[in-house]
């Protein structure tokens, strides 16, 4: 099956700096990919469709200039938490579908990302 | 609005029960359907999909679709401890491949040994 490979897995950094998080569709052309954020015990909360060589679409609530989201290749998508503050603290998790198949998503290991 | 619904649970099975686990959704004309797997800290993996109604078995695991009720559901026999975990039911709104799936909030099932 389809495989999406996302590094880091874990991130630790401090206040007011960005970290960086990409997704790679590795066997398979992702024109579109999705990005997720979980908090602890609680559901996947859908943050943003990326969309390779346009803007991405960001669900209602998501900061768009603090989630900056940059698909500038079919097997890439990042995601940079701009000045991170501890309430970004959590779990975030790519996938992405192959457009051909209109089958499952294939989600990345997720990166835990804390903020100190 | 687009809606998957699960109950949270959490649901408590003993070792070597079937486990049932229920999804309903709102979109009359979704097509296909994903139950997932995620383990605490771990992002999900996928189990079983189904698209006709009917019943599907993979294994242990079988999954069920009644497009007309608008319900899916997945029963896990001879459960063990290794199969607790949170369960996501995913229906796929659009027949496309390039938007996200809908995603219930998940039922955490608890196989007590």
């Known amino acids: 099956g389809a495989v999406v490979s996302q590094h880091p897995s874990r991130v630790i950094c401090k206040s007011g700096t960005s970290v960086k998080i990409e997704c790679r569709s590795l066997?398979?052309?992702?024109?579109?990919m999705f990005w997720y954020r979980q908090f602890p015990k609680q559901s996947l909360m859908l943050m943003a469709t990326?969309?390779?060589?346009?803007?991405?679409?960001?669900e209602q609530g998501v900061e768009k200039d603090k989630f900056l989201i940059n698909h500038a290749s079919l097997t890439l998508s990042t995601l940079t938490v701009t000045s991170a503050h501890p309430e970004d603290s959590s779990f975030y998790i790519c996938?992405?579908?192959?457009?051909?198949?209109?089958?499952?998503?294939?989600f990345g290991q997720g990166t835990r990302l804390t903020v100190v | 609005q687009k809606e998957v619904e699960q109950n949270s649970g959490p649901l408590s099975v003993p070792e070597g029960a079937i486990a049932s686990l229920n999804c309903t959704y709102s979109?009359?004309?979704?097509?296909?359907f994903f139950w997932y797997r995620q383990y605490s800290g771990k992002s999900p993996e996928l189990i079983m999909f189904?698209?006709?109604?009917g019943d599907k078995e993979d294994g242990r695991f079988t999954a069920q679709l009644n497009k007309a009720s608008q319900y899916v559901s997945l029963l896990i026999r001879d459960s063990q401890p290794s199969d607790s975990a949170t369960y996501l039911c995913?229906?796929?709104?659009?027949?496309?491949?390039?938007?996200?799936?809908?995603f219930g909030k998940g039922t955490r099932l608890s196989v007590i040994a």
């Open positions: 996938s992405a579908r192959d457009p051909d198949l209109y089958t499952e998503a294939f």
């Open positions: 066997d398979f052309q992702a024109t579109t």
């Open positions: 990326s969309n390779e060589g346009s803007k991405a679409t960001y």
């Open positions: 979109d009359r004309g979704s097509q296909s």
């Open positions: 189904i698209y006709s109604n």
């Open positions: 995913a229906v796929n709104m659009r027949n496309s491949g390039n938007t996200p799936l809908v």
